[in-house]
């Protein structure tokens, strides 16, 4: 059994349960590498291209297929320290064989060295060294052996060994341990840089929440230089929990981690994967006669329209795909009062800014396995708002139609008209003049002029409506549905109860 692994390691912390991991390379001769727990000799095993063991394995394979890996804790001291798997280390390792390499620089540093060690010494420093030689050779009588002191300044297996960073504040040197955490998370995150960009160009590198002690500029302008190491050919993997970390154009580079009951019913963690060729495939089967459709022409698409918003979906449990900002700005004031706080539960409302892109981001959140609510006005006053709606409804399987009924069902929502013609028939039906006496109020007391700002009105209307203990029978139908879809909380009856 593994003794260098912790119980956490394991399923259940039951360390009967055995760890399997294999990784499938690009190499030119290593194609596989598998750790597996459950054999007698459990270590890295690996295959060569015809699915032969590699034998043997040795550390000089593993250094040229080395992983860089920063994770969450931000260790400081781990990651600079010299050790053989650490980003330091092999970076003082590379450093190290390009010097040995250069033969006449070599040369060159021992000259240099044996001068300076000459400098020092002094004759104190002879005197002291002699004293040693007395002492030693009165306590062994013997003549075997002799005692000198020798400079390991530059030493062989490591010529690097001694070198450390050094931050410097207003031309005072100090060291990384003497200032905050913020500080050493940006150093260790220039270190992973530095060394991707330095060796490799081929690295495969790893980082857990490189978001953290990061503002949102920060995180945004590290993942536009992820990107270049990317470009450079270095493959990086992320786990995070920023939005700013994910391109929703690439599906390909988007792996969704999550814990939930399997078939069996067991807890454990599943993984969600989908490609580009996926979503692809998805656009072309509801527009067929878009012939001119391709990979790129999707991905261009999604960049042109995506927003923050659409990006947290990722990151939820449920996604509510909203025809406009009204809907996006009411429906979380209604769910409070109804005991669904959508932060609560997971739970993102995204403005798709228009129906037209509405079937784009459903399919997106889709292919990805993100559980997905549709909510659409019926209006077809124009040709472009006619087309929506057809094509709207040939993706959630109704019969098509220019202006579909209004309706609420478990999986979409068509609203008559749009959002305030809804609310206000809604309104009205309990209590006449209310609706608009609410909507006339927001305009004062927020000051907008007729007709604009109306997701500021949507939100004022629906916090004076639930404050007086009214909301739309069709909003209620709508967040029931949206309950149905959340998954069950692992360990509990249901997240309701």
Request: glycine share 6%.
């Amino acid at each position: 059994m593994p003794a260098n692994l912790d119980d956490s390691d394991f399923y259940g912390r039951i360390r009967d349960n055995s760890v399997y991991i294999r990784l499938c390379l690009d190499h030119p001769y290593v194609s596989e590498i598998e750790f597996d727990t459950s054999k007698p000799q459990y270590s890295l095993n690996a295959l060569d291209n015809q699915g032969r063991p590699v034998r043997p394995f040795t550390n000089a394979h593993r250094e040229e297929l080395a992983f860089a890996y920063v994770d969450a804790s931000r260790n400081y001291e781990r990651q600079f320290s010299t050790s053989r798997w650490s980003i330091f280390g092999q970076a003082l390792r590379h450093l190290h064989q390009t010097l040995k390499d250069s033969g006449e620089q070599l040369t060159q540093l021992r000259e240099a060295l044996n001068t300076a060690h000459g400098l020092l010494q002094t004759e104190q420093y002879k005197a002291f060294e002699q004293e040693l030689k007395n002492a030693f050779a009165a306590q062994l009588k013997t003549a075997r052996y002799d005692v000198s002191f020798e400079f390991r300044t530059l030493e062989e297996t490591n010529l690097y060994r001694s070198l450390y960073p050094t931050l410097v504040e207003h031309g005072v040197p100090r060291s990384p341990l003497e200032v905050g955490s913020g500080v050493r998370n940006v150093l260790v995150l220039a270190l992973f840089q530095a060394f991707a960009k330095s060796f490799r160009g081929d690295a495969v590198l790893g980082i857990e929440e490189p978001e953290l002690y990061l503002h949102p500029h920060a995180q945004r302008s590290l993942m536009k230089q992820f990107e270049g190491l990317a470009m450079a050919g270095n493959q990086i993997f992320i786990s995070t929990h920023s939005a700013h970390f994910l391109d929703v154009a690439r599906s390909d580079r988007i792996v969704l981690v999550d814990r939930c009951k399997d078939e069996d019913d067991e807890v454990c963690t599943q993984v969600q994967m989908a490609s580009s060729e996926d979503l692809l495939a998805a656009r072309k089967k509801l527009h067929p006669y878009r012939d001119q459709m391709t990979v790129d022409s999707v991905r261009a698409f999604i960049r042109n329209v995506r927003t923050a918003e659409m990006t947290e979906v990722f990151f939820a449990s449920v996604a509510i795909v909203v025809e406009g900002p009204s809907e996006r700005e009411a429906m979380p004031v209604f769910a409070r009062s109804c005991g669904l706080d959508f932060d609560e539960y997971g739970i993102s409302v995204v403005s798709a800014g228009g129906k037209a892109t509405i079937d784009t981001l459903a399919q997106l959140y889709e292919v990805h396995g993100i559980r997905t609510y549709i909510v659409f006005d019926n209006d077809g006053g124009k040709p472009s708002e006619k087309a929506a709606n057809r094509t709207l409804c040939r993706l959630l399987g109704l019969h098509e139609a220019d202006e579909p009924a209004a309706c609420v069902n478990d999986n979409y929502a068509i609203l008559q008209g749009n959002w305030e013609l809804q609310c206000r028939a809604h309104v009205e039906a309990i209590q006449a003049g209310l609706y608009d006496e609410l909507e006339i109020k927001a305009r004062i007391e927020l000051g907008i002029s007729s007709d604009r700002n109306k997701p500021l009105v949507a939100r004022f209307v629906a916090e004076a409506l639930v404050q007086q203990g009214y909301i739309p029978q069709f909003v209620k139908d709508i967040l029931a549905a949206v309950k149905k879809k959340l998954p069950e909380v692992p360990g509990s009856e249901g997240v309701f109860g």
